[in-house]
């Protein structure tokens, strides 16, 4: 079992940055990808980016050259530094990690709330 806990969220004006981070603990050998997704209310949950053990990147275009995801693997921890922060950016972030015990399964984290105001 893995366990994802995050921080960082917050509340922040248009054009700020936030930094969040996500640990994972708990029974594993290894992680593979770990990401984060996020759901403004009333939409479905998607794709923010992820990010491999060997450090490949993926985004969606929205966020593309605002946020960055960044990894260390010695702390299993995955963070996401967000720029130019916007109002449609308001949603709730989850984490999410792809780790292996005796079989690869996804784990999701509690979620953080992040706020832009206009």
């Known amino acids: 079992q893995v366990q994802l806990v995050e921080s960082g969220g917050g509340l922040v004006q248009a054009g700020g940055s936030l930094r969040l981070s996500c640990a994972a603990s708990?029974?594993?050998?290894?992680?593979?990808?770990m990401g984060w997704y996020r759901q403004a209310l009333g939409k479905q949950r998607e794709l923010v980016a992820t990010i491999t053990s060997g450090g490949s990147t993926n985004s969606a275009d929205s966020v593309k050259g605002r946020f960055t995801i960044s990894r260390d693997n010695a702390k299993n921890t995955v963070y996401l530094q967000m720029n130019s922060l916007k109002p449609e950016d308001t949603a709730v972030y989850y984490c999410?990690?792809?780790?292996?015990?005796?079989?690869?399964?996804?784990?999701w984290g509690q979620g953080t709330q992040v706020t832009v105001s206009s």
């Open positions: 999410n990690a792809n780790a292996y015990w005796g079989s690869f399964s996804d784990y």
């Open positions: 708990g029974r594993f050998f290894r992680i593979n990808t």
